[in-house]
């Protein structure tokens, strides 16, 4: 009898091997949930809300996020593994397979015995030589962003979109995804990439091989006026935050009048004090516009009717009410800076765009702001027949656009396809095993057993047979020494560097720490009880106990 339940004789708890157990059970539970959706050929999962909503995925992060999991061990792992995904933005199924691999091979020691703090030890020398060894395995890659290294940057942006997307699809958003990347890209190579200067734009129509990069941005209103033109070119652009509508007092006042004279002459002067603002723009244009050349203007603030009217009449397309972000993003793409105040207006304070034109969709617009001659912001505009669909690509474009980016920073890559998880394991079982003394190399060979879980899973979810596959792999990574991985299609070895086939370093780095040290704690746990104001007393009437597992 546990001594906490002598002090405490209605506290539930769960001691010794069967609190291993059930946290074993939960981590390979979650493990057998997300297990099927790895690699190129891994199945979807069909997520329903309450109110009849689909969403197909398979990726692990959102899985995680969208599951509802109760139990509180399965919870733990899920909120570890989606922190690799906001760090890192790939790796969060593979940290969920790890970290339960690791605790089943573990159990098979610890059932036989093995005190749990000497496992311990021994996966965390392995996890010590595996990262080592991860430095002497990854391929050093520089300057990516050069022209003659887009097909390495290619290649990353595939591998991590194949797993996710119909390969024809991944292939298009792989050119999309290189392209705005390198639009994005800054003088200085060690200023790191703002992904935030890329605009993913949704619209319901079309194919979703209709999806494509805009060497510009679009913006998700259009014009306010029946009158004005919908599509212009050789744009001078104005982005600026200035009101073209009358204005509240910034603090209370009230303006009062004994006759109806004296009101006309109210509406009159602040009818006047805005057709002034808008001669001056007026004015600009006809100075900076030269023949076949026209104006836009975008304004953050607000733009009256009478103003839009006259804006129309001089062929002015106007855009009231721009988000703050596409605001920033217009000045990085068309050039120009933001202005304030109309007053002080200057041709160096425009922008430029070779094509401005208006789109209506039902009963929504969009304005597409294309051809800029030098920009630093683009757009990558998905489009798909239904809302899920979109999500999907959506999903896929945000790993696909982090795993580039992290190829970059890292400056290197890792050969793909199970090539790093199942030449680190030959590395832990010939080299390290050898070299660690006592019980602790029991720890180290869970540890390299443990790696295998991502080959394994490959080929089980590519249709092949399991063993067959793994024993060819470790044959020719022994004849030839080479990194080997596996071909998804063939179920034979191949050489990831000729295929194209490649992952980040920090995804491997941060899943290696993630799921050892997840794993670490729950070996480590001996006694699970139920906490809190209420463990002292007497359970009500029909109230349920632990979540389910405990």
Not at 375 to 401: F, W, Y
Request: with cysteine.
């Amino acid at each position: 009898m546990s001594r906490l339940q002598e002090l405490s004789p209605h506290a539930e708890i769960v001691s010794a091997d069967a609190a291993r157990a059930v946290n074993v059970a939960a981590a390979v539970g979650l493990q057998a949930v997300l297990k099927s959706n790895l690699g190129p050929r891994g199945t979807l999962k069909m997520l329903v809300g309450g109110a009849g909503q689909i969403k197909l995925t398979k990726d692990g992060c959102v899985l995680l996020k969208e599951m509802q999991i109760q139990h509180p061990t399965a919870c733990m792992i899920a909120r570890t593994a989606t922190a690799q995904d906001d760090v890192t933005g790939d790796g969060t199924t593979t940290t969920v397979l790890m970290c339960g691999e690791l605790l089943k091979q573990a159990e098979r020691y610890a059932s036989e015995g093995l005190h749990p703090r000497v496992l311990v030890d021994g996966l965390d020398i392995a996890r010590d030589a595996t990262l080592e060894f991860l430095e002497t395995f990854k391929v050093p890659c520089t300057q990516l962003l050069l022209s003659s290294n887009t097909e390495m940057l290619s290649s990353m942006a595939f591998t991590s979109l194949n797993t996710k997307l119909d390969r024809d699809l991944a292939k298009q958003m792989t050119r999309a995804i290189v392209q705005a990347i390198q639009c994005i890209a800054t003088n200085t190579p060690e200023e790191p990439l703002d992904l935030n200067r890329i605009e993913i734009m949704s619209m319901q129509r079309k194919l979703t091989t209709d999806s494509r990069f805009i060497n510009g941005i679009v913006l998700d209103h259009g014009g306010r006026h029946p009158d004005m033109p919908t599509t212009l070119t050789n744009c001078h652009v104005m982005t600026c935050n200035v009101t073209f509508e009358y204005e509240k007092t910034e603090v209370q006042s009230g303006f009062f009048y004994s006759n109806a004279q004296e009101r006309e002459k109210l509406v009159e002067s602040e009818r006047k004090w805005l057709d002034e603002r808008c001669k001056l723009v007026i004015d600009f244009k006809r100075n900076v516009c030269q023949e076949g050349e026209s104006f836009v203007m975008i304004n953050q603030k607000g733009i009256d009717p009478l103003s839009l009217d006259i804006f129309a009449k001089e062929g002015i397309l106007c855009l009231r009410r721009a988000k703050r972000r596409n605001m920033e993003r217009l000045t990085l793409a068309c050039g120009g800076s933001p202005i304030h105040s109309v007053e002080d207006l200057s041709p160096e304070m425009l922008g430029y765009a070779g094509k401005v034109s208006e789109v209506t969709i039902g009963e929504d617009k969009f304005t597409f702001v294309e051809e800029c001659k030098h920009p630093k912001s683009c757009t990558l505009l998905l489009q798909g027949p239904n809302a899920h669909s979109i999500e999907q690509i959506k999903d896929a474009v945000r790993d696909g656009l982090r795993a580039t980016k992290n190829a970059i920073e890292d400056k290197a890559v890792v050969p793909g396809g199970g090539a790093f998880e199942l030449a680190a394991s030959m590395h832990l079982r010939n080299v390290v095993a050898k070299s660690t003394k006592g019980r602790a190399k029991l720890g180290v060979e869970a540890f390299a057993e443990a790696l295998l879980i991502v080959p394994k899973t490959l080929a089980e979810n590519s249709g092949f047979d399991v063993q067959e596959c793994l024993l060819k792999l470790q044959d020719e990574r022994q004849d030839t020494g080479l990194a080997v991985g596996l071909d998804c299609a063939t179920g034979e070895p191949m050489i990831p560097a000729d295929e194209g086939v490649w992952d980040n370093v920090r995804v491997k780095r941060q899943c290696l720490h993630l799921s050892t040290a997840l794993a670490d704690q729950l070996l480590l746990v001996d006694e699970v009880m139920r906490a809190g104001k209420q463990m002292g007393k007497a359970p009500q009437p029909g109230a349920g106990g632990m979540p389910p597992g405990m």
